[in-house]
Each structure stands twice: as structure tokens, then as C-alpha cells.
């Protein structure tokens, strides 16, 4: 797992970093201010990156706002001396958060939620990590009615609830390709399979319903011609 770690204590650093290595985890880059991390996330993608909230200039939080925009489904660990930063970290994207002194056991807690949490195949199917709110969620992909952009997030719709994840649309296409999913708009990707039914509308758009939801998804035009063409080459 390649691990960017941002802290402007040296000694900070090199406790995390110990106790990263002591955790089977090698691949690990240091940077000791924020306009370093950035240049080094700019370069290549990290998997996980642990911040210290306190520094100066740009604190952990700006610069994990910063990273997410760049690399979306980067895992960011939060670390600090105050409980008080919690709330405002899982509201900045923050996947854990750890109070220092960091211990061992916290280490190892948090790299096995990120090994739990990530997308990953369980018996030849794939599962993906959304969250609502501070709840994490390990979804199905074929639990999933359709998914809807919003802002630099997806909105993905389960039958009881809905759920987020920090994605573009874009990428949740290719991340479904070839699973029976099709995007009808550009702000919406629909399950084949949840389909219940469509009904033509004005510019010959489709409304769509599905099967154990009341909700309703509206195509574009384009989008429409497109599913229509998809759904009969399917039928040959």
C-alpha cells in the first residue's frame, strides 16, 4: 500500500512512520508541510495518506480537501492531540481519525478498515465503500438502484437508503463497465437489472421506475437514443 505521511514534527514523523513499517507497510513517502504533499499527490497517486490537522499555513484539513480533489478515493487518516477536530475531519473527508500518541493498536485498526473499506472482489463480485455520514456502508453493486451526481461526489441509491461516495460519475462508469449498468444522463447511471419500467416522455426522453423503489430517473435526450440502441443489441 503506498502511504503518504504529512507532518511538520519530525519526531511525528518518524514514530508514524515506525509504526507503519511495524505493520507490514513499506511503500512510504514523508512530507513535512503541506506544499510538498501536494507536489508529491500531483506526481502519483497514494492509496492512504495520514495528516496532522495542526500545521501551519495550509492546516491537515485544507490539504485533505486539496488531495481529494486530485485523487478522489484516496483513504485520509487524521491525526491529532485534540478530540475537539473529530467532526470537522469527517466532514472534510477524513476515512479515520487518530489521537496522538498513536499507538500500535490504533495503527493497526485503522490499516485494516481501509483494507475492509476498499473496493475489493468478495467471492467474484465486487463491493464498494460509500458512506453516510459518519457511517460506513460495503455495498453490493448489484444492491444498487442508480447513482446520481452530485457536486465532486456520487449519490448511490440502495433500496432503505443512500449513501455517498467522494467519486466522480465519470469514474463510476468505468468502475461499471460490462456490469449491466448504463448511463442515461450525464448526471445518472441506472441498474439494467432494478428496471422496472420506462415510459416515453416529452423530447422523447425516458422516465424510468424500478422494482422496489418509488423513485423516478429522467434520461437525457441523447440519453434515452442510446439505451434504446443498448437494450436492442442485447436482445439479438
Known sequence: MKTLIVDDEKLALRRLRRLLEEEGVKDIVECNNAIDAIKEVSKEKFDAVFLDISMPNINGLELANTILEIHPN???IFQT???EHALEAFKSGGFDYLLKPISNES???????????????IDGSKKIMAKRGNKLFLI???DIYYIKADLDEVIIRIKDTDAYIRKKIGDMQILLEGKNFFRIHRSYIVNVEKIKAMQSVEQSKLEISFYGINDIVTSSKDGAKDFREYLESRSI
Open 74 to 76: 484516496t483513504f485520509i
Open 81 to 83: 492531540a485534540y478530540k
Open 107 to 121: 495503527i493497526s485498526k485503522s490499516l485494516e478498515k481501509i483494507k475492509k473499506y476498499s473496493i475489493k472482489s
Open 140 to 142: 453490493d453493486i448489484e
